[in-house]
């Protein structure tokens, strides 16, 4: 069985997880509204009530690969001042779903 | 019907409602008149996840107790002869003991411990050795070479029993005094991989293997083994903890590999909560209170670690919980006051911003602008009476000196930095502030302390560098993490007039957020090669690593303290308005409902 449910949902605010469900299964976010959520009945159930639409990994992974590629675009647009500004802007890396 | 009354001699409490729970109240049964439940508040007993062992293997022998435990020897697939000692939360090594083995008896503690008997490279063995802490020496051989026995005991009053000397099962008990073994009484059932418990004098041993699978219990009492209660399953290569009258048995194999935990209570054993891994061949300690098992045989050789815990308190742990969301999208913010009365201001949304917006617990709403649009300044204080200092000043690209003080509506500039900078940290009070670090044509190891009205030079930090974290007082400050031109993980502590070094963060990065005090800070998110949301708990000496949080970011609003904490905002691929609170674990005493059976 897989580790994990991949999904994309929108963040409403208070009370979208509860403390209470991070107790009970893995849950993480990532650029584009991607959720990474455990396999368990909870975890699934979760992202049912949240309205996610559920992804495979792969289609997890390229909706975070095409928001990183557009900020890597914005970085790399920049003058050079700010890009050499410690600490404020650094040019995004990727990001790999677990 | 046999009533309370005629049991226990005496009536049921009746109770409109549960009395005050604390230990005093333990065992204690009463009537909840308001919910029409018979109530007691009993021991809750579980078992819990440990740090694993850095070498996955089985047949190791086992000392100490559940924050201070051994684990030495036993075969991963050759015998080795790693020692490694646990804190009650992960394992370190220690000195390799001289003659590997497996299937050997352990006893005493984590600093004065005993290993003899085993099964060597090509033959059982006699030998002893005695642990310091560090290193092993040899100690008196055993009598009769042997592999599967148990022990109990101390290092100078050891007890060996059971095993098999590779031919068959033996029932040779043998007595250590710290140099030399003796013959003691033998078992009434011979037999190889019992479980035992106990002192030399009252020991306790139990199932293990005859000519098949056995659940017998033997009592020892120095000079003679007599018949206790039988365990409920019959196994072998067991676990066991605590003592004659109250031991604790775990693990094994009865017909598969066994999570099956029983307390014994001098005459009985009783099952309790089993724990998560299935094996045998694992090692144990502690006490029927606090126990611990470690390593085994899972179908291969296991590294897991579970710690039992008998008590009447339930510790809930510690999460992050999503908060509503901020009005600005943006990152680069400074943070100041509680989880239920936070403040974030300034930062960089499409553009940079002064906006400031006050946070209740629920919902985030506009407070009064900032005189000038920046980005990462340092925030102290309270939502009522907050501190926003420094920053960058993207629209004249210039470094900002500014100090503003918020009275709950409107900011008031009151006196400069005397180091205008960018990223500063922060600590203290709108009245009793400190800013430290940050960047000005390079990092800065510059402190300067706030009295309400003007800034004053503190003692630098021992390692100047921008986009830290910080929490505490101006006279108990923290100051961790951060860039030089590389990310740090170093921590400082600050006593109103210098900066000592502190335990660096597990997770080294910048960026980050902090809240607390000095000695109970807490530090999340930032950005390592990636924004993370790495949680990590400081004591005053060291940090701890928490639940992270849901969004991995950086450059976010910070406010709260270590068992409350409050995230607004932050960056990750793109500026987020994500908030969570951070709730520290906490344990609460609950009491049960009775039912008949």
């Known amino acids: 069985m897989a580790l994990f449910i991949y999904g994309t949902a929108i963040n409403t605010g208070k009370n979208f997880f509860t403390a209470e469900d991070r107790r009970n299964f893995f849950l993480r976010s990532y650029p584009g509204n991607v959720w990474v959520v455990g396999n368990s009945e909870k975890g699934a159930l979760w992202l049912a009530e949240k309205n996610g639409v559920e992804k495979t990994k792969a289609e997890a992974q390229a909706i975070v690969d095409a928001e990183v590629t557009a900020a890597q675009a914005v970085y790399d647009a920049l003058p050079e001042d700010q890009k050499n500004r410690p600490g404020f802007n650094q040019r995004p890396t990727a990001i790999t779903l677990p | ?597």
Do not use: H
Request: glycine letters at 18%; aromatic letters at 8%.
């Open chain 2, 1 to 597: 019907m046999t009533t309370y009354n005629e049991l226990a001699g005496f009536r049921v409490n009746y109770l409109s409602a549960d009395p005050t729970l604390n230990s005093g109240n333990e065992g204690q049964v009463w009537y909840n008149s308001t919910t029409g439940k018979l109530r007691s508040l009993v021991q809750i007993k579980s078992w819990a996840a440990g740090g694993s062992l850095s070498t996955a293997r089985r047949a190791l022998g086992g000392a100490g107790t559940q924050t201070e435990g051994l684990g030495f020897s036993g075969f991963t697939t050759v015998n080795v002869a790693n020692t490694e000692e646990y804190n009650g939360s992960s394992w370190t090594a220690g000195g390799n003991i001289g003659t590997a083995r497996r299937y050997l008896g352990g006893c005493g503690t984590q600093t004065v411990a005993l290993g003899f008997g085993g099964q060597g490279a090509t033959a059982v063995s006699n030998a002893t050795e005695e642990y310091d802490g560090s290193a092993w020496t040899g100690g008196g051989n055993l009598t009769t070479a042997r592999n599967g026995l148990a022990g109990c005991g101390i290092q100078t009053l050891a007890l060996a029993f059971g095993g098999y000397n590779g031919t068959a099962a033996v029932a040779n008990t043998e007595e250590y005094d710290g140099s030399s073994w003796t013959a003691g009484g033998n078992l009434t059932t011979a037999r190889y991989n019992p479980g035992g418990a106990g002192t030399q004098t009252l020991a306790l041993g139990f199932g293990g293997y005859s000519t098949a699978n056995t659940n017998v219990t033997e009592e020892y009492n120095g000079t003679s083994w007599t018949a206790g209660g039988n365990l409920n399953t019959t196994r072998r290569s067991s676990a066991a903890g605590g003592t004659q009258t109250a031991a604790l048995g775990f693990g094994g194999y009865s017909t598969t590999f066994s999570t099956t935990t029983e307390q014994y209570d001098g005459s009985a054993w009783s099952n309790t909560s089993n724990m998560a891994t299935a094996r045998t061949g694992l090692a144990g300690c502690g006490t029927i209170q606090a126990g611990l098992a470690f390593g085994g045989n899972t179908g291969s050789v296991s590294a897991a670690t579970e710690e039992f815990t008998s008590s009447i308190n339930v510790t809930t742990a510690a999460a992050w919980a999503s908060g509503g969301n901020m009005g600005t999208t943006r990152r680069a913010m400074g943070g100041a006051g509680t989880q239920t009365a936070g403040l974030a201001l300034a930062g960089y949304s499409t553009n940079y911003v002064n906006a400031t917006e006050e946070y209740d617990g629920s919902a985030w709403t506009a407070g009064g602008n900032l005189a000038q649009q920046k980005t990462n300044p340092g925030g102290a204080g309270t939502q009522t009476a907050g501190l926003c200092f420094g920053g960058y000043l993207g629209l004249t690209a210039t470094n900002s000196s500014e100090t503003q003080e918020y009275d709950g509506s409107a900011w008031t500039t009151t006196g400069n930095l005397g180091t205008a900078r960018d990223q500063p940290s922060n600590a203290g009070t709108q009245t009793a502030g400190l800013g430290f670090g940050g960047y000005t044509t390079a990092v800065t190891n510059a402190t300067e302390e706030y009295d309400g009205s003007t800034w004053t030079a503190g003692g630098n930090m021992g390692t100047a560098r921008t986009n830290l974290g910080g929490c505490g007082l101006q006279t108990a400050g923290l100051a961790f993490g951060g860039r030089t031109t590389v990310n740090v993980a170093n921590t400082e502590e600050y006593d109103g007039s210098a900066w000592t070094s502190g335990g660096n963060l597990n997770t080294t990065r910048e960026a980050l957020g902090g809240s607390g005090l000095q000695t109970a800070g807490i530090a999340f998110g930032g950005l390592t090669t990636v924004a993370t949301g790495a949680t990590e708990q400081y004591d005053g000496t060291s940090w701890t690593n928490t639940t992270s949080m849901s969004t991995a970011r950086r450059d976010f609003a910070d406010a709260g303290n270590s068992s409350s904490s409050l995230v607004g905002g932050g960056y990750i691929a793109a500026n987020t308005n994500a908030t969570e609170e951070f709730t520290g674990s906490f344990v609460t005493t609950t009491a049960s409902n009775l039912t008949t059976s």
